[in-house]
């Protein structure tokens, strides 16, 4: 970590970081989760997904003068007419937690900065919180079991919960680790935020059989638009995993785009069904941040564990790279 952390600054102060964003072709398209008031921020969050407000607006401040930041789907028809994407910049958030309502989403319009967020359709409203935040779950955490939670148990959230502790005690989430309520959500997209489909309940959709598949894909966008009046045009896969099966199953429903979080960059032959973002942890630095969106990540250029504490959940196993896109 300290090594990673002097090898970033390195790239910074000898002027790497800002030559490979100035050479770089390719759009950047950033996923961040929860951000939270400082006093809420947790030391112990290690899957990184819960962002101090000062971090994220330090980030949003530089971004915005360093890049052309641009809504996701002018992003996206770029990257379909073949035009060049070069400097541009959009941001998303996954999962809809509260935090994105009430600290992200109101600095943004301040800076005047485009997002879009990817809801749960089946989470809005719950007094429950998300099972990767639950914790038994956390102390349970293991990069074998994170692998046995999303093939045996298919990512179901109450299964896997369930499963730890037959006799546990219910736990009840602070207002900050929980998904935001519809109101406030259908609230901001009428203030410009975009909304996508991040899935219904959250499961593994690789692991569904295709009547479950279809629910996740086809109906978490009509309750969405249902509570929202948005219909959204884009998806998120869950976890990040995805297959043929599931690109075919989100093309069918007539997305115009879905979303990985493979980190790098992507250029106008990126197969919009599988276009990578850049999954940003909660306790990144300022010089690893400059430099991931650079497409200077240094997990690319050494042997490293393939699941580190900084990575969420939502980083998905190694895909085939990103392909041209397919009829």
């Not at 809504?71 to 073949?82: F, H, T």
């Not at 989100?250 to 999954?279: C, I, K, Q, S």
Request: with cysteine; charged share 25%; glycine share 6%.
């Amino acid at each position: 970590m300290i090594l990673a952390s002097l090898c970033y600054s390195a790239l910074q102060v000898s002027g790497l970081t800002t030559l490979a964003r100035r050479l770089s072709s390719g759009g950047v398209i950033l996923c961040y989760h929860n951000v939270v008031a400082s006093t809420d921020s947790d030391p112990a969050d290690k899957l990184g997904l819960h962002m101090p407000l000062p971090t994220f607006e330090r980030q949003m401040r530089w971004l915005a003068g360093a890049y052309e930041v641009v809504p996701l789907k002018e992003l996206v028809d770029r990257s379909s007419r073949g035009a060049s994407l070069r400097g541009a910049a959009a941001v998303t958030f996954d999962d809809a937690y509260g935090g994105v309502f009430d600290h992200a989403w109101p600095l943004l319009r301040a800076l005047g900065i485009p997002a879009t967020a990817f809801v749960v359709a089946d989470a809005p409203g719950r007094d429950e919180g998300f099972w990767w935040d639950d914790p038994d779950v956390l102390r349970a955490y293991s990069p074998t079991q994170r692998q046995r939670w999303l093939t045996a148990f298919r990512g179901d959230g109450r299964r896997i919960v369930d499963a730890l502790a037959a006799a546990r005690r219910p736990w009840p989430p602070p207002r900050w680790r929980r998904p935001a309520a519809w109101h406030p959500i259908a609230e901001a997209a009428r203030s410009g935020l975009d909304l996508g489909v991040h899935s219904a309940t959250h499961r593994s959709l690789p692991a569904l059989e295709e009547r479950d598949l279809q629910c996740e894909v086809v109906q978490s966008r009509e309750v969405i638009q249902s509570r929202t009046g948005v219909t959204p045009e884009f998806f998120a896969y869950p976890y990040g995993l995805w297959n043929d099966r599931v690109r075919r199953a989100v093309r069918a429903a007539g997305y115009r785009a879905a979303f990985t979080l493979e980190d790098g960059h992507h250029t106008a032959t990126a197969d919009r069904w599988a276009l990578p973002r850049v999954n940003v942890p909660a306790g990144i630095e300022d010089a690893a941040f400059q430099a991931w969106t650079a497409g200077l990540n240094l997990r690319r250029w050494v042997r490293r564990d393939p699941d580190p504490p900084l990575e969420s959940f939502e980083i998905a196993r190694p895909q085939a790279p990103v392909a041209r896109e397919r009829a």
